[in-house]
């Protein structure tokens, strides 16, 4: 089965400094990634994805990061802001399954 | 913007009792999930629905948790009889039909507590 994890549960980083989040799949036929943010209170919001068949995707403010060859992707938030304190959720789905699974989430805190 | 409403926002229960939690996906969207998540910990797949029949559930989606699509705009989630460990955020998703994407836009999630 899959699993989903992140590396660091918490993260603190400075106001207008870029942030890293990482994450960690362990199902090789998965294919497709999604970042997800969560505000106290509020669902999962979505950030950005990729499919497997790319290594990087840009938005706005944010990058994601795909290395399939470790099974490993990152959420790059340039110019981190008070308002993207929230935990963050990595995702991952493979082949015709439309279930994502979750990781357990990184609680990053912007300081002033 | 679309967005998927859900009530009760949060609903207070007795074990055993049956709950049944309701949402509104988007409405040109053709995929509905529910998703939990017991507090402080990841978000958990239940069940996917599509065509008005369960496409995939998971092993928490045992024969106390049935969903229905009772007509064209509501999507509910009914737990037959609760249980503590039922205590969680219950979140529902919708997506469209998308080829290789499946970006699930959720609800605020109905809090459900079993005392």
């Known amino acids: 089965g899959e699993s989903v994890g992140l590396h660091l549960p918490t993260l603190s980083v400075q106001e207008g400094d870029n942030s890293i989040i990482n994450c960690a799949y362990s199902n090789s036929a998965s294919d497709y990634f999604i970042w997800y943010k969560q505000e106290s209170g509020k669902g999962p919001q979505f950030i950005i994805d990729?499919?497997?068949?790319?290594d990087k995707r840009q938005g706005q403010r944010v990058t994601v990061l795909l290395n399939k060859t470790v099974k490993h992707l990152s959420l790059q938030i340039a110019a981190t802001q008070p308002g993207d304190s929230a935990v963050y959720f990595c995702a991952a789905a493979s082949g015709s399954a439309r279930q994502l699974t979750f990781g357990s989430g990184t609680q990053l805190t912007v300081l002033p | 913007e679309p967005e998927v409403t859900q009530t009760p926002s949060h609903q207070v229960t007795q074990m055993g009792q049956e709950v049944i939690l309701r949402c509104v996906p988007i409405?040109?969207?053709?995929?509905f999930y529910w998703y939990r998540q017991i507090l402080g910990q990841k978000v958990e797949f239940l069940v996917s629905?599509?065509?008005?029949?369960?496409?995939?559930k998971s092993e928490i989606f045992d024969d106390q948790f049935s969903v229905e699509r009772p007509d064209g705009s509501n999507f509910t989630l009914k737990i037959r009889s609760t249980k503590l460990e039922d205590s969680a955020m219950y979140f529902c998703a919708s997506s469209a039909l998308v080829s290789g994407a499946n970006v699930l836009t959720f609800g605020a999630g109905s809090r459900l507590t079993v005392l």
């Open positions: 629905f599509y065509n008005n029949e369960i496409s995939e």
């Open positions: 409405s040109n969207h053709l995929y």
């Open positions: 990729i499919r497997s068949n790319m």
